[in-house]
């Protein structure tokens, strides 16, 4: 009598663990879009740098317009956003060689 009322038991749980399982299973993954994911990654920032009222609002408008962002979707340090500037720079004036070198040294310089 104990044995088949163990046994019992053990299919039941058997059985439910099994269908618990296998409805966990059959709920398809959600794969976040670039735009969700780019949010969320700004919020992670935001929530990081611990932004509140408005300037989270213009923290988070400028981080999912992609300003102040690299391509890898991390936030540039000083140094990278100053590298930009002054390429920028040098690229504007179309510089070459020895005097885009000179450029670059003295602007990262001065910045």
């Not at 932004?51 to 990278?80: F, H, N, W």
């Amino acid at each position: 009598m104990k044995t088949t009322i163990l046994v019992t038991l053990l299919c039941g749980l058997f059985a439910a663990s099994a269908a618990s399982a296998a409805t966990t299973a059959a709920a398809p993954e959600k794969t976040l879009t670039p735009q969700q994911q780019r949010m969320s990654s700004c919020n992670q920032q935001a929530t990081a740098k611990t932004l509140k009222g408005d300037e989270r609002k213009t923290y988070m408008s400028s981080c999912l317009k992609g300003e102040g962002v690299s391509p890898s979707g991390k936030a540039m340090t000083p140094q990278q956003q100053k590298m930009k500037d002054c390429n920028a720079q040098a690229g504007q004036k179309a510089l070459k060689g020895d005097e885009r070198k000179t450029f670059m040294s003295t602007c990262l310089k001065n910045k």
